[in-house]
């Protein structure tokens, strides 16, 4: 952080220390939310000083602040609802083993749950155009429609949708891809 212009290093400091006293999210130790806190800070001030345009007639440091804020605020957001879906399945109460669902209805529900969470986790390593194309097939469009709004064939957006769920198949399916997250 020496490296940074002094006023964007100060919009970081006045940024983190705003947001630092927030408890952190369940899995998060203070320590780790702290480092996780200043390194997103530094990359939306980095940022920040990348569109900052002085004939705009606000201080880069004012800029950047705010930009840091936001970004800290959506940040946060959404390592709290990542943690809140991520919940363990219970365990039964006398053998202590993980219970598992007993009718396939309930299974397929489990399925959907763990699909929904990595997805949304993965929202910004997905490619937008994955991002959309699983958002409007859960929402129940056609792939004739879907095709329309991508400006493709509905045979190529059902071939991409098939390519989307191998995608997210191997990365549910793959333990060392699962446990970065």
């Not at 529900?109 to 763990?114: G, K, M």
Request: glycine fraction near 4%.
């Amino acid at each position: 952080m020496a490296n940074l212009n002094p006023a964007l290093q100060r919009a970081i400091r006045r940024a983190v220390r705003r947001l630092q006293p927030s408890c952190p999210p369940p899995n998060w130790n203070n320590a780790d939310w702290r480092d996780e806190l200043l390194h997103e800070a530094i990359l939306a001030g980095l940022e920040a000083e990348r569109d900052f345009d002085a004939s705009q007639g606000v201080s880069l440091e004012r800029f950047a602040y705010h930009r840091i804020c936001a970004h800290l605020k959506t940040f946060c957001n959404r390592e709290w609802r990542y943690q809140r879906v991520v919940v363990a399945f219970p365990n039964d109460e006398e053998t202590g083993e993980v219970w598992e669902p007993e009718d396939e209805q309930s299974e397929e529900a489990y399925r959907q749950v763990e699909a929904r969470m990595v997805v949304e986790y993965l929202q910004g390593q997905l490619e937008a155009w994955e991002y959309q194309l699983w958002t409007w097939v859960g929402q129940g469009r056609s792939y004739r429609r879907i095709g329309e709004q991508l400006g493709i064939s509905h045979t190529m957006a059902r071939k991409r949708w098939r390519q989307l769920q191998a995608k997210l198949q191997a990365l549910m399916e793959n333990p060392q891809e699962k446990s970065e997250f």
